[in-house]
């Protein structure tokens, strides 16, 4: 699972066998949580503060572009 991205202890990485559409996974801690890129959402989380939440959320938001890049980098563009 390469990691695409570390910030404030977070780490974003995207599977090599995931599916569409374009999304990201966030470690920190013992928590977790998956964002959709277009547009940045929240759709999944398990064991993280809404705290963690929320600023996952404005990094992924922070680096939508970059984030997408490496997406389609891994899988190609959906």
Avoid at 6 to 30: C, E
């Amino acid at each position: 699972m390469p990691t695409v991205l570390t910030q404030n202890g977070f780490r974003f990485f995207i599977p090599t066998l995931d599916h569409p559409p374009a999304h990201v996974h966030v470690a920190k801690g013992g928590g977790q949580a998956k964002f959709n890129l277009l547009p940045v959402e929240v759709i999944k989380t398990k064991n993280m503060k809404m705290s963690e939440i929320n600023e996952a959320f404005i990094i992924a938001c922070q680096h939508q572009a970059e984030l997408i890049q490496a997406w389609e980098g891994i899988h190609g563009r959906h």
